[in-house]
């Protein structure tokens, strides 16, 4: 999951350490809403399925209280702060 994410972003931008800019994503995306996803297949699942990376990115790197709370949010795309929804920076998930 984590060379898929890093082949469909800037060499040079880091989304989890970086500073506080976007970090564009370049890899696949949803063809109604332009949302960065990748596809994989899930833990309680057998067959592929796209998945957000936003989700993603919370799922492995956000603190425990961050990730309790966004979890509580639909399961649709993360709202970015930037106001971005193809940036992938874990800084600009929107905590509401």
């Given at each position: 999951?984590?060379?898929?994410?890093a082949?469909s972003?800037?060499?040079?931008?880091d989304?989890?350490?970086g500073d506080?800019?976007?970090?564009f994503?370049?890899?696949?995306?949803t063809?109604?809403?332009?949302?960065?996803?990748?596809?994989?297949?899930?833990?309680?699942?057998?067959?592929?399925?796209?998945?957000?990376?936003?989700?993603v990115?919370?799922l492995?790197?956000?603190?425990?209280?961050?990730f309790?709370?966004?979890?509580?949010?639909?399961?649709?795309?993360?709202?970015?702060?930037?106001?971005?929804?193809?940036?992938?920076s874990?800084h600009?998930?929107?905590?509401?």
């Open positions: 999951v984590l060379m898929m994410i082949k972003i800037h060499h040079t931008e989304p989890i350490l506080d800019n976007c970090v994503w370049y890899g696949e995306v063809k109604d809403d332009n949302q960065a996803v990748i596809r994989m297949v899930k833990p309680t699942e057998d067959s592929e399925s796209l998945t957000y990376v936003n989700r990115m919370v492995i790197f956000s603190s425990d209280e961050a309790q709370h966004l979890m509580t949010l639909p399961k649709a795309p993360f709202r970015m702060a930037c106001g971005n929804q193809l940036c992938v874990l600009h998930v929107a905590l509401n």
